[in-house]
């Protein structure tokens, strides 16, 4: 249902896209996740945005460097990613909140369903 897609291999100070496409009609209606997964760590929260898209969250490590988007007649979600640095090395994943609030609480991965398959982004030193 959701496929992320964009990543690839940059040095650092670079730039990614990252897409994510959505198959379901009701895309509009869930507020969507960016989450991302370092080797050998646990999966984390990167930033969320709410259903019409006027509101976002970031997770401190990126704020500031990257940017969430979403079009909802397009059913599609971006990630901007921007002054990339090697520890952004990851496998990036989006997701939809299962939870119809959109609030700071609400933003650790158990929260988020319909992962998909992920993107992997590698930022060379």
């Known amino acids: 249902q959701l496929q992320a897609s964009g990543g690839g291999l940059v040095q650092t100070g670079g730039s990614l896209r990252l897409s994510c496409a959505c198959s379901s009609h009701s895309f509009y209606n869930y507020n969507m996740g960016w989450f991302r997964q370092p080797p050998g760590k646990e999966r984390e929260f990167v930033a969320a945005?709410?259903?019409?898209?006027?509101?976002?969250y970031y997770a401190d490590s990126v704020k500031g460097r990257f940017t969430a988007s979403r079009d909802n007649n397009r059913r599609t979600l971006w990630l901007q990613l921007n002054s990339l640095k090697p520890e952004d090395t990851a496998v990036y994943y989006c997701?939809?909140?299962?939870?119809?609030?959109?609030?700071?609480?609400?933003?650790?991965?158990?929260?988020?369903?319909?992962w998909g398959q992920g993107t992997q982004v590698t930022v060379s030193s």
């Open positions: 997701a939809l909140s299962r939870v119809p609030q959109f609030r700071s609480d609400y933003l650790a991965p158990t929260f988020f369903a319909n």
């Open positions: 945005i709410s259903r019409s898209g006027e509101s976002t």
